[in-house]
């Protein structure tokens, strides 16, 4: 058994492990990563050839400030490893003016100042003739959206990690975390330990067997995503049809332009099975699509109902929907950083940013009220 001595030890390379990588080397810190798979993998959540980026943010205005240093971290990561992670697209929020992607768009819009456009509905029939309203929906445009691929962002942040001095176990899986010599902590692998002085753990739907003592109320969801082919592709370019949220009758879903010149992927937001992440049924079954069938047929004119190709990943829920960041108090030295809970992607530059400073003893340039990793303690 060897023994690898290192500042900090980052357990899981995925949506927000890969980033706390990258901003941990630009500073200098020594880290190791720790990924039981491999960088890019299709086993979690951070696959799918697309995520959603967008600033008016109906989750929470207190999420509008980091959106916009993400924002900024998509484009420094994109300069730095040439790869075209983040497409700008704009981005439509449609469905009720009372309801929670409307209403809340419009006051995080509000609070932040932030350009929205109201289009009534022949405005929005002609600038965007493949999506249909129902009678009653309010349509928003907001300039600041767009398209980050997951793959190229995940694989782009650990490349650039390593170029500044970190290295990546794939194939890894750890095998438990215990107190170390001093204040170390020791990170145990079957054939290696890890000894850090600081763990951070960004292992998504993972965390709860990782963590068992943190007692963190996780939940794991199966979710469904779904590519349909288009009549006529450049209907759904980038340029002509941007990423949108749609709060329905029959559930709040989402999609993308066509990434690939063929099909356009879509996804219910709410809703899918509670899993376990080790026992995740990777098969799509016919009844799995249904619902996003229907969903083509009603609201987007110019798609095929029958999708040619669908994936499925996973959501790591906490119970109000918000992250967790920070230390648990059953582990000495240890910070948590995930549960994103079906929106957290877009956040991954900042958040690394928000771990490299917990890990270097340094204030966050942000508020973590919101996301407290003892706020379910009672």
């Known amino acids: 058994m060897t023994t690898t001595r290192t500042n900090v030890a980052v357990i899981g390379t995925g949506t927000m492990g890969s980033a706390i990588m990258w901003r941990l080397s630009e500073r200098g810190v020594p880290a190791v990563g720790l990924e039981q798979f491999t960088p890019g993998h299709d086993r979690g959540s951070g696959h799918g050839e697309s995520r959603i980026f967008r600033t008016a943010y109906h989750e929470d205005p207190a999420y509008v400030p980091m959106l916009r240093a993400a924002l900024r971290g998509w484009r420094e990561l994109g300069e730095q490893t040439g790869e075209p992670v983040l497409t ?5 929020s449609i469905g009720p003016s009372t309801g929670v992607i409307v209403g809340g768009s ?16 022949a405005e929005f029939s002609a600038r965007f003739p ?51 010599p001093g204040d170390t902590v020791l990170v ?14 960004a292992a998504g ?19 469904i995503l779904a590519w349909f082919p288009a009549e006529d592709p450049t209907q759904f370019g980038p340029d002509r049809f941007p990423i949108f949220l749609r709060d329905s009758p029959e559930g709040t879903w989402y999609g993308f332009p066509t990434m690939d010149g063929k099909t356009v992927k879509i996804a219910l937001h709410l809703g899918g099975r509670e899993t376990d992440p080790d026992e995740l049924d990777r098969v799509v079954h016919d009844e799995d699509t249904a619902p996003l069938r229907d969903l083509v047929r009603h609201y987007l004119p110019g798609l095929s109902s029958r999708p040619v190709r669908a994936a499925v990943c996973m959501y790591t829920n906490t119970p109000d929907g918000h992250f967790v960041i920070g230390n648990p108090p059953a582990y000495r030295n240890v910070t948590v950083v995930s549960a994103c809970s079906g929106h957290g992607f877009k956040f991954a530059p900042v958040i690394g ?25 009672d």
């Open 88 to 92: 700008m697209t704009g981005g439509l």
């Open 106 to 121: 419009l006051e995080a819009a509000k609070v932040h100042a932030l350009t929205q456009e109201i289009l009534d509905p």
């Open 130 to 180: 493949t999506q249909r309203l129902r009678e009653g929906d309010t349509a928003i445009w907001e300039k600041d959206a767009g398209v980050i691929r997951p793959e190229l962002a995940i694989t782009g942040a650990v490349r650039r990690a390593c170029e500044l001095g970190a290295s990546v176990r794939p194939e890894s899986r750890v095998l438990g975390i215990e107190d170390g």
């Open 188 to 201: 145990r692998l079957d054939e290696e330990v890890i000894r850090a002085d600081r763990v951070v753990v």
């Open 205 to 223: 739907a993972w965390i709860p067997g990782l963590l068992p003592e943190a007692q963190l109320p996780l939940t794991v969801e199966r979710k």
């Open 353 to 377: 940013e928000i771990a490299a400073d917990l890990s270097c003893g340094s204030t966050p340039e942000f508020s973590l009220e919101l996301f407290d990793v003892n706020r379910f303690a």
